[in-house]
C-alpha cells in the first residue's frame, strides 16, 4: 500500500532520524524527540511539507524506524 513520496521530504526525515531523533505520532500529526535535535531550518522545512512529512510519518509508523524501499 505504497504511496509516491517527494525524495526531498523522506531525506530529510531520514537525515533527521540519523541524528537520534524519534517520530511519535500524535493526534495532530507527529512529534519529534528529544526535543531540540531539529535545526530551526529543519522546523521550517517540514512546516512548509508537513502534509507529505505526516504521511511518511504516520506510513512508517508501524516500523521501527523509517527506510528506502
Same mark, same amino acid.
Given at each position: 500500500?505504497?504511496?509516491? &513520496? &517527494?525524495?526531498?521530504? +523522506?531525506?530529510?526525515?531520514?537525515? !533527521? =532520524? ?6 511519535? @505520532? $500524535? =493526534? $495532530?500529526?507527529? $512529534? @519529534?524527540?528529544?526535543?531540540? @535535535?531539529? $535545526? ?6 517540514? +512546516? &512548509? %511539507? +508537513?502534509? =507529505?512529512?505526516?504521511? !511518511?510519518?504516520?506510513? =512508517?509508523?508501524?516500523?521501527? %524506524? +523509517? %527506510?528506502?524501499?
Amino acid at each position: 500500500d505504497g504511496f509516491v &513520496a &517527494a525524495r526531498k521530504v +523522506l531525506q530529510r526525515l531520514w537525515d !533527521i =532520524e540519523a541524528r537520534g531523533a524519534s517520530f511519535v @505520532i $500524535t =493526534e $495532530t500529526g507527529f $512529534t @519529534i524527540t528529544p526535543e531540540g @535535535i531539529i $535545526t530551526p531550518r529543519d522546523r521550517a522545512f517540514l +512546516l &512548509a %511539507h +508537513l502534509d =507529505e512529512a505526516k504521511r !511518511i510519518v504516520n506510513c =512508517e509508523a508501524d516500523d521501527a %524506524h +523509517l %527506510h528506502e524501499a
